[in-house]
């Protein structure tokens, strides 16, 4: 008999784990199908988003993924260098873990712990939910969607059997041009390819020690070429990235000379061991449909950005998380028929912002003055290396990273059905993050006591906020949710910062931590917000 399964992933790179993890705390039944064995021997992500650290927060592994990633001590500069032990032409400070201290919107800043760090522990912790399973060296071979469930065709490539999964859903979280996306027969939309890139991951112990620069997150290498590379810290001991941006199209990875490009970007030859050479291709897509009904898709599979800015995965964790809650709704039995559909109206719009903020990052990098004499030791040299800082020193202000934030953390679901419009002005896009309570935006952060956090309250189901003297009566609220088995728990705020900050007197939040409705009154007819938020009506 074909096995039965509530919900059937596949790919377990970090968003298919993410989904797993977000449907397992929910006691969802699911299983990963993934072809490889979860070894991630690549560590091609590398900075973990504040809007991920919230989520690892509410899933109880923010703890690790701090203590895994990048040293409390070592500075998070990025640096412009036109070789280790040759010029610093600019420098983007960035402090410690250990000094940075609380950032007032969040309970969790962002983190650097690579993919090789990251995934494992992702992995890890779904391995330990009792409802997910993990099947690794399984492939998923086709599968066939109906009004009554999917069929998926899987074999194993230990034994090399066959077998057919039942599932009542399946999620396609299987990378760049997957198998799920490819049957729904929904093709890419975008500027498609921008540059072919490769990336080298060695191990270098020598490297930390032989320039003058200290330890930074990155470093930018320029030359007479232009910007032409990045090496990344990995771990702040010992492995490194080194990014080419610009190859020819036919470089062969196995014959790559990948000792000349270390040395040529640490400006002298030093010890090292290359651990492996990766070829990859810089993209602008995002998918015209993210599925429908019962089959979906999410991560990279539905929208491919350049790296820069570092958004990849975190955009896909934020499709696991929307798409979760609404998969777990729907098996629950309380969600209403259009719930799903609203994980497309959601996330695609971020998926948008996010490949162009992306792309556009990347364009002015490699467009910033090129001069061939930057690396001489010249008055030409010293003066193209003067207009190189200058024209950095106008870019990236203080409140770059802030800005860098409002496409991260400052996206909204406005427009979205499960969302109630208000009449608020809606948040700018790309405008310098601040935290702003609104319908569809992450409920902001503020501490309610020592450790405790507003975000510490989202999660299970959904969450009404009462603020004030609690005199609102919320009975019809909560009566609406119960006759509908909507999960909802009421909590009383009494500070009169955080009440400012949310702005109304009560405030509905979705179980991902979002604003799905703001008033200072419970509403007359509270069965028709509670019909919308959980997807029962039809606009
Ligand atoms: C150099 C570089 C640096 C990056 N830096 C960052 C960064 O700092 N921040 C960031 O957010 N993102 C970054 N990214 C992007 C990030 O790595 C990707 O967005 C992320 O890995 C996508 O995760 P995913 O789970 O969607 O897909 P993938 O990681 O591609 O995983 C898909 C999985 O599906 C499996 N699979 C595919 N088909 C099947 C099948 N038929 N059956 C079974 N299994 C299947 C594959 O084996 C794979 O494990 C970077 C990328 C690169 C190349």
């Known amino acids: 008999m074909a096995l039965q399964v509530p919900v059937l992933i596949c790919g377990g790179g970090p968003v298919g784990l993410a989904l797993a993890v977000e449907l397992g705390s929910r006691g969802i039944e699911c299983m990963l199908i993934e072809r490889g064995d979860g070894n991630v021997t690549v560590p091609k992500m590398s900075q973990v988003s504040t809007r991920t650290m919230e989520f690892c927060r509410r899933w109880g592994i923010a703890e690790e993924v701090k203590r895994a990633g990048w040293p409390q001590t070592h500075p998070g500069d990025f640096i412009y260098v036109t070789t280790m032990v040759g010029y610093e032409i600019f420098r983007q400070k960035f402090a410690s873990y250990a000094e940075q201290g609380d950032l007032g919107y969040t309970p969790e800043g962002p983190r650097q712990c690579p993919q090789i760090f990251f995934d494992p522990i992702l992995l890890r912790y779904a391995a330990s939910l009792p409802s997910v399973t993990l099947r690794h060296r399984t492939e998923a071979e086709s599968f066939e969607a109906g009004l009554d469930g999917v069929h998926a065709r899987v074999t194993s490539l230990d034994s090399g059997d066959s077998e057919t999964i039942n599932a009542a859903y399946l999620v396609g979280c299987d990378g760049f041009d997957g198998l799920v996306r490819k049957t729904l027969n929904t093709e890419y939309e975008g500027s498609g390819l921008l540059s072919y890139s490769l990336s080298i991951f060695f191990r270098s112990k020598a490297l930390g020690e032989l320039h003058d620069k200290g330890w930074a997150r990155f470093y930018r290498l320029v030359d007479g070429s232009g910007h032409w590379s990045d090496l990344v810290a990995i771990d702040g001991r010992e492995l490194w990235r080194l990014t080419l941006f610009q190859l020819d199209p036919d470089t062969d990875a196995d014959s790559f000379d990948a000792a000349s490009a270390l040395i040529r970007a640490v400006g002298k030859p030093f010890s090292s061991e290359v651990l492996s050479v990766l070829p990859w291709k810089r993209r602008e897509l995002v ?38 809650w609404k998969l777990a709704a729907m098996l629950q039995g309380w969600a209403g028929a259009r719930l799903l559909e609203s994980y497309e109206l959601e996330r695609k719009p971020v998926a948008t912002t996010s490949v162009l903020a992306s792309s556009e990052v990347f364009q002015y990098e490699t467009s910033l003055p090129a001069d061939p004499t930057i690396t001489d030791d010249s008055p030409d040299g010293a003066r193209a290396r003067r207009q190189l800082t200058e024209a950095l020193n106008g870019r990236r202000g203080a409140g770059n990273e802030r800005l860098h934030e409002s496409v991260k953390l400052g996206y909204c679901y406005e427009g979205s059905p499960v969302i109630c419009p208000e009449r608020e002005m809606a948040i700018a896009k790309r405008e310098t993050f601040r935290q702003l309570c609104r319908s569809g935006a992450r409920a902001p952060h503020a501490w309610i006591s020592e450790g405790h956090s507003t975000l510490d309250l989202f999660g299970d189901g959904f969450v009404l906020l009462r603020f004030g003297k609690n ?52 509403p007359d007819d509270a069965l028709a917000l509670i019909d919308q938020v959980r997807g029962a009506v039809t606009p």
């Open 287 to 324: 998918a015209k449909s993210y599925g429908a009904g019962r089959v979906f898709i999410a991560g990279d599979a539905a929208h491919q950005m350049s790296p820069t800015g570092g958004l990849g995965m975190n955009t896909g964790i934020g499709d696991a998380v929307d798409l979760g």
């Open 471 to 522: 005199s609102v009566a919320v009975n019809k609220i909560v009566d609406a949710a119960a006759a509908c088995a909507v999960p909802l728990a009421v909590h009383d705020i009494n500070d009169g910062k955080i009440a400012e900050l949310y702005e109304r007197e009560l405030v509905l939040v979705r179980p991902d931590g979002h604003v799905a409705w703001r008033g200072d009154v419970c």
